[in-house]
């Protein structure tokens, strides 16, 4: 017994080696130089802790999506399971905890409408609860809407059934290199807000309407947010193939 008891025990401390020995390989966490596009760079933060393994941590957020990339990372990277989650995100700037507690109840299909119910609580302006914030959806995403609560036989009290946090994130990363997005460790589900703020402004909309449709002060989305000049006329024909008739009889 005693003898079986030494040799796990010299199994682990050769392990524990290994593990040393690995990461001293690997050394401390390193720049790693990265190209969004020709006049931008950023850096991720890459390394090893100390279970072994290795992340990345993004110096810059500001990372969204061109339409065309769009388009691929949709209809080429997700999964038909996944794309509703997305769908939603994109159409709406949802934040996610947001959208996955959207009830049946919570969609007004016929006047395009979906009321926000478990939304930030700012400590800064003194909330206490969650205040629900009412937002318009386009003609075509309400259809899309309405075929996926029919086709899973959800009732009015019934969530959405859209991935959590955890599993849409995953499938956004795998998606994400699925469609060939070379810095796709850029993104985080919260890109799909900033996509969805920037594609709005390109669009003609004015920040203020912006602002209260993501549940933004007007400070942030000024640092957040990009000039619509970036946008070619085609990337805005483009967005308006994903959002439809969102805010139709206004902007370009």
Known sequence: METDIQSDEDKLKHLQLELASLRKKLGKPQ????????????????????????????????????????????????????????DFLINTGARINEAINVKVEDVDIQNKRIILRVTKVKAAKKEKAPRPRPISISTQFARRLNKHIKDNKLQESDKLGLLTASAANTAMKNALQVAGIKDWYMFSLHNLRKTHGNWLKSLGIEIGEICSRLGHDMNTFLKAYVSSDIFTYKDKQEMRLVLGDLYQNRGS
């Open 31 to 86: 720049r790693v130089p990265l190209s969004l596009s020709q006049s931008q760079h950023n850096d991720v933060l890459a390394g090893t802790r100390k279970d072994g393994t290795l992340y990345s941590v993004r110096n810059n957020r500001d990372r969204f999506f061109y339409p065309n990339e769009w388009m691929k990372f949709y209809d080429v990277g997700l999964k038909d399971s996944q794309k509703m989650t997305f």
